[in-house]
């Protein structure tokens, strides 16, 4: 089956570590993007990469860093610099390397901070 | 002003009702419109593109008023499944796409 998978589903993470967000898709997508949504809040685009090896700052990208290695692969990772990390995170991408195309989101990963 | 706006709800419905909901935009030069459905601590997921034409997909009709900039979304014979979060996306200045905050639906039988 083709789709987009997320892991883990769940994270914990002390104060102070960096975390590592996986991202793989299989539908052959060039673009692929990050997103935060907190309660209440429509969903915050943080990274997003139009092609291997190039990505762009979304509107909340202080704290993050990602990586397009791969076409299949987008990793997310939440630094120590990201003051309110607590958040669900969502990961998808789209046909093409128009970012105005409809989106499909994997499961996305909750990650907590203790 | 947001580039995205939707009244939050919750719109508590019974089954069987007609529901609707509106969504304005900011970006007059937006080209693409669209609708997801999210469950409650699931991922959105594709409801229906909207076209300037408008669209329909069974129960669901989606319109688009560009001269007063907002799309809707008209549900008929909700369904207890259809509750859920309906996040209204449009194409924000950039390019990129912009989702609004939701409008959460409770169908009761």
């Known amino acids: 089956d083709g789709g987009i998978t997320q892991s883990p589903k769940y994270l914990f993470r002390k104060e102070g570590q960096n975390v590592t967000l996986s991202c793989e898709q299989n539908l052959n997508h060039d673009a692929m993007y990050w997103y935060r949504q907190d309660p209440g809040q429509g969903l915050r685009l943080i990274y997003y990469s139009q092609i291997v090896n190039d990505f762009q700052k979304g509107d909340i990208a202080e704290g993050y860093s990602v990586s397009r290695e791969k076409k299949e692969s987008f990793p997310l990772t939440v630094t120590s610099a990201q003051k309110n990390p607590t958040a669900f995170y969502l990961c998808?991408?789209?046909?093409?390397?128009?970012?105005?195309?409809?989106?499909?989101f994997g499961p996305g990963t909750r990650l907590t901070v203790l | 002003r947001k580039e995205v706006e939707q009244d939050p709800g919750p719109f508590n419905v019974p089954e069987g009702a007609t529901v609707a909901f509106n969504c304005t935009y900011s970006n007059s030069a937006s080209q693409s419109f669209f609708w997801y459905r999210q469950d409650c601590r699931k991922e959105p997921k594709l409801l229906m593109s909207?076209?300037?034409s408008g669209n329909e997909d069974g129960r669901f009709t989606a319109q688009l008023n560009r001269a007063s900039q907002y799309i809707s979304l008209l549900i008929r014979d909700s369904k207890l499944s259809d509750s859920a979060t309906y996040l209204c996306v449009v194409q924000g200045v950039g390019g990129k796409l912009v989702f609004g905050a939701g409008t959460i639906l409770r169908v009761k039988s």
């Open positions: 909207v076209y300037s």
């Open positions: 998808a991408s789209s046909i093409g390397t128009a970012i105005y195309n409809e989106q499909f």
